[in-house]
């Protein structure tokens, strides 16, 4: 026999119709989804995860973020940010620029000069990475 999954949080279901009316983006759509199922109570964990197209590990964690600090943290919660790029904004403009006029021959002289320009210490296998992101062959 399977076992349902319900979420206990009555206050919860007002919140989520709410919500609901007014959600903008497909992320929110998903997430309030998978607690309206849950506080149906008539799906288990992976029935839900199936349904919202996630794993059951993610649903289990989502409903425990509903549970400890509310519908407001799981709608606000942003993860897999990762780390900020190392070439961005002016040193990236500056880089693609000299790219397309074949300012430097070889991947040293980038990489010197995003040192002395940027302040920027990347490895050759760095700047050959961020060359090609630029549009270098």
């Known amino acids: 026999m399977r076992k349902t999954f319900r979420l206990k ?19 929110e759509m998903e997430r309030l989804a998978a607690v309206r199922l849950a506080l149906q109570g008539a799906s288990t964990l992976e029935e839900i995860a199936r349904s919202v197209g996630r794993g059951r590990s993610t649903v289990a964690e989502w409903m ?14 942003h993860q897999g940010r990762g780390r900020a790029p190392q070439v961005c904004g002016a ?18 002289e980038v990489q010197a000069w995003l040192q002395a320009r940027h302040g ?15 549009g270098a062959s």
């Not at 397309?100 to 070889?106: I, L, N, Q």
């Not at 920027?120 to 630029?134: D, I, V």
């Open 9 to 27: 949080r009555p206050e919860v279901a007002a919140a989520v119709a709410a919500r609901w009316r007014e959600a903008g983006s497909a992320r």
């Open 64 to 77: 425990r973020v509903v549970r400890e600090e509310g519908l407001e943290a799981l709608l606000g919660r």
């Open 91 to 108: 040193a990236l403009r500056g880089l693609r620029k000299g790219v397309r006029r074949g300012r430097w021959k070889r991947a040293v």
């Open 120 to 134: 920027l210490e990347l490895s050759l296998n760095g700047t050959r990475y961020w060359l090609k992101k630029a």
